[in-house]
């Protein structure tokens, strides 16, 4: 990946989180078919199409966090707890 295009997409995408996501998504999209919504010097590698289109504002992301006027954070669930004794050796 090209360090100037990772570092103009992030200045569009600062969460970096969110930025891998967008950019594993489109790639994903990208081999599948997709054509690139911006013009790309060939040779250049998905990623590298990926970010040029987060770079330039092609595309962009939408938070789901509170919607619907209700807190949509993520709850924290707690798995039982699983205890593993071993069996006893017998006294020979």
Do not use: W
């Not at 360090?3 to 103009?8: D, G, S």
């Not at 330039?56 to 669930?77: C, H, I, Y």
Request: proline fraction near 9%; glycine fraction near 6%; include cysteine.
């Amino acid at each position: 990946m090209n360090p100037n295009l990772v570092k103009a997409a992030a200045e569009v995408i600062p969460n970096p989180k969110i930025l891998v996501n967008m950019v594993s998504k489109r790639v994903r999209q990208l081999c599948l078919g997709h054509r690139p919504m911006v013009e790309f010097i060939p040779g250049l590698g998905h990623a590298d199409i990926a970010l040029s289109e987060i770079a330039a504002g092609k595309l962009r992301f939408e938070s789901t966090l509170n919607q619907n006027g209700k807190d949509a954070a993520p709850q924290v669930v707690e798995f039982p707890v699983v205890v593993v004794k071993k069996p006893k050796k017998k006294a020979a």
